[in-house]
Nanobody, 115 residues
Framework: QVQLVESGGGLVQAGGSLRLSCAVSGPAASVMGWYRQAPGKQREVVALISNLGSTQYIDSVDGRFTISRDNRKNAVYLQMNSLKPEDTAVYYC???????????WGQGTQVTVSS
């Protein structure tokens, strides 16, 4: 059974920073990612990272967010800098279906950026 537990969300002013963490219990996945869902919008991928450290970001966060992982701890992180009100959403840690071990989601953590 794979479980993902996020932490690190909260309320921050525009321009501030937050660091999200995701602890994974179970086998390591080749790809892990962070997704987000804002009120009234569809869930979207924010960043992905492979077990070799290759990363991908959506345009709106590129240069402001950094995804990283610690394979020894089986954990993934999202450092978010220069936060904007439009970054407000519930952020989810995920193992995508194409990772090879199935699709898994954390419970989500709220990030709220005030203007």
């Amino acid at each position: 059974q794979v479980q993902l537990v996020e932490s690190g969300g909260g309320l921050v002013q525009a321009g501030g920073s937050l660091r999200l963490s995701c602890a994974v219990s179970g086998p390591a996945a080749s790809v892990m990612g962070w997704y987000r869902q804002a009120p009234g919008k569809q869930r979207e991928v924010v960043a992905l990272i492979s077990n070799l450290g290759s990363t991908q970001y959506i345009d709106s966060v590129d240069g402001r967010f950094t995804i990283s992982r610690d394979n020894r701890k089986n954990a993934v992180y999202l450092q978010m800098n220069s936060l904007k009100p439009e970054d407000t959403a519930v952020y989810y840690c995920s193992i995508p279906a194409w990772s090879g071990i199935g699709e898994y989601w954390g419970q989500g953590t709220q990030v709220t950026v005030s203007s």
